[in-house]
């Protein structure tokens, strides 16, 4: 290797190591764009329906936030703390009764048999491993009080600073990029933004649906602390496959506490819910959401887990759906596709006559400057009129 390529080899380590280092941060600042990139989406659909100024729109889209956030902090959360603490205190006692009952089981089961029947302590304790490793990490980032709060402001304020000006801070973004790859970059901007909106809308309309199933559905069976169970299933449902699944937890211990059928009908409950979420809910309201297979956004999920705690799970999706348009678009198209075999392999290569017409190579296509590629002037010029337009 050359002088040079070393060079750029070396800076390309150190600049993985510093966004290593730095993982944590850039999570908080891409839950940030999310923040902004939801209102801003608001605020465009008010200035189209309205006809009022961006400005305006802006000042709406905030106070209708900070109008949700008083009515759900006001009417919501002092039931649900009240009944959070009940939760508290029945969960462990529905899985005492769970564990007496699995005990009282033992007596009738043969002695061979005896083993294979679970222990809820042992199940606990080992999952508590993994429990920890899941929700490690980065989880002490925002472990503290004042951490978590200290973080939540820092969403919140860059999240309101993007919202006022996008196109210098979407601007800027492009400009890391060579000018031949500016317009690219600014479709693949375009299209992510769509996705994130889609998404969002549908995640707040699943929510708020399977929050108040929940809570009509357990009010009707007798399950106590209904709305505590009905709010956190909503907001479990944020994460998907996952979080659905934590949610039932809490409501079937407490329905232990007075029968076994009561459970079951509790899981019964559930699993109509999520059916009919997964089957009629989700495709109406996602419906022009990026296409994403169960498999790899549970693989997904345990990967930003991993790497992030629990606010990588949190934000598995919108990363999903983010890190899935960039791979497709820039890796796959762009990289992958117009790759063309190297000479020497050709002799060996497929007698298929499409194998022979394949796309140029990258520098031939779509990598190749363009007769008017868009400069920095261009760049802001641009953003500022679509901004106009829209």
């Given at each position: 290797?050359?002088?040079?390529?070393?060079?750029?080899?070396?800076?390309?380590?150190?600049?993985?190591?510093?966004?290593?280092?730095?993982?944590?941060?850039?999570?908080?600042?891409?839950?940030?764009?999310?923040?902004?990139?939801?209102?801003?989406?608001?605020?465009?659909?008010?200035?189209?329906?309205?006809g009022i100024q961006r400005s305006i729109a802006v000042l709406i889209s905030?106070?209708?936030?900070?109008?949700?956030?008083?009515?759900?902090?006001?009417?919501?959360?002092?039931?649900?703390?009240?009944?959070?603490?009940?939760?508290?205190?029945?969960?462990?006692?529905?899985?005492?009764?769970?564990?007496?009952?699995?005990?009282?089981?033992?007596?009738?089961?043969?002695?061979?048999?005896?083993?294979?029947?679970?222990?809820?302590?042992?199940?606990?304790?080992?999952?508590?491993?993994?429990?920890?490793?899941?929700?490690?990490?980065?989880?002490?980032?925002?472990?503290?009080?004042?951490?978590?709060?200290?973080?939540?402001?820092?969403?919140?304020?860059?999240?309101?600073?993007?919202?006022?000006?996008?196109?210098?801070?979407?601007?800027g973004f492009i400009r890391l990029f060579p000018s031949f790859y500016r317009?690219?970059?600014?479709?693949?901007?375009?299209?992510?933004?769509?996705?994130?909106?889609?998404?969002?809308?549908?995640?707040?309309?699943?929510?708020?649906?399977?929050?108040?199933?929940?809570?009509?559905?357990?009010?009707?069976?007798?399950?106590?602390?209904?709305?505590?169970?009905?709010?956190?299933?909503?907001?479990?449902?944020?994460?998907?496959?996952?979080?659905?699944?934590?949610?039932?937890?809490?409501?079937?211990?407490?329905?232990?506490?007075?029968?076994?059928?009561?459970?079951?009908?509790?899981?019964?409950?559930?699993?109509?819910?999520?059916?009919?979420?997964?089957?009629?809910?989700?495709?109406?309201?996602?419906?022009?959401?990026?296409?994403?297979?169960?498999?790899?956004?549970?693989?997904?999920?345990?990967?930003?887990?991993?790497?992030?705690?629990?606010?990588?799970?949190?934000?598995?999706?919108?990363?999903?759906?983010?890190c899935q348009i960039w791979i497709r678009r820039v890796l796959v198209e762009?990289?992958?596709?117009?790759?063309?075999?190297?000479?020497?392999?050709?002799?060996?290569?497929?007698?298929?006559?499409?194998?022979?017409?394949?796309?140029?190579?990258?520098?031939?296509?779509?990598?190749?400057?363009?007769?008017?590629?868009?400069?920095?002037?261009?760049?802001?010029?641009?953003?500022?009129?679509?901004?106009?337009?829209?």
């Open positions: 290797m050359k002088l040079g390529e070393w060079i750029a080899l070396l800076a390309l380590v150190a600049s993985i190591y510093i966004l290593w280092q730095i993982k944590d941060v850039l999570l908080l600042v891409f839950a940030a764009v999310v923040l902004a990139n939801s209102l801003n989406l608001l605020a465009r659909w008010l200035r189209k329906k309205l905030i106070g209708l936030l900070v109008a949700a956030l008083v009515v759900f902090f006001q009417i919501i959360v002092p039931s649900f703390a009240k009944q959070l603490q009940e939760i508290y205190v029945l969960v462990p006692q529905g899985i005492r009764q769970l564990n007496t009952w699995i005990n009282s089981v033992d007596d009738v089961v043969p002695d061979d048999l005896e083993r294979y029947v679970p222990d809820v302590d042992s199940l606990i304790q080992q999952a508590m491993p993994f429990g920890n490793r899941l929700l490690g990490g980065s989880f002490a980032f925002f472990s503290t009080s004042l951490g978590s709060l200290l973080n939540v402001l820092l969403i919140v304020v860059l999240g309101l600073m993007m919202l006022v000006n996008p196109p210098a801070y979407r601007g317009r690219r970059v600014e479709g693949i901007l375009e299209e992510c933004e769509s996705s994130l909106g889609s998404w969002i809308v549908g995640a707040m309309i699943s929510m708020s649906v399977i929050a108040a199933l929940s809570t009509v559905g357990l009010s009707i069976i007798g399950v106590k602390a209904a709305l505590a169970n009905g709010v956190l299933a909503g907001l479990l449902n944020f994460i998907p496959n996952l979080g659905p699944t934590f949610s039932v937890i809490p409501p079937m211990a407490i329905a232990l506490l007075d029968s076994p059928i009561k459970a079951l009908l509790v899981l019964g409950l559930y699993v109509a819910i999520q059916q009919f979420e997964s089957n009629l809910l989700t495709p109406y309201v996602m419906s022009q959401q990026v296409n994403l297979l169960p498999a790899v956004t549970l693989l997904a999920q345990v990967f930003f887990a991993t790497i992030f705690g629990f606010w990588g799970l949190l934000l598995a999706l919108p990363l999903i759906v983010v762009d990289i992958m596709d117009p790759w063309k075999a190297p000479p020497h392999t050709k002799n060996r290569a497929s007698q298929d006559p499409q194998a022979d017409a394949a796309p140029a190579i990258l520098t031939e296509t779509i990598l190749q400057p363009t007769d008017n590629p868009l400069e920095p002037d261009d760049l802001w010029a641009d953003a500022n009129d679509k901004t106009k337009e829209k």
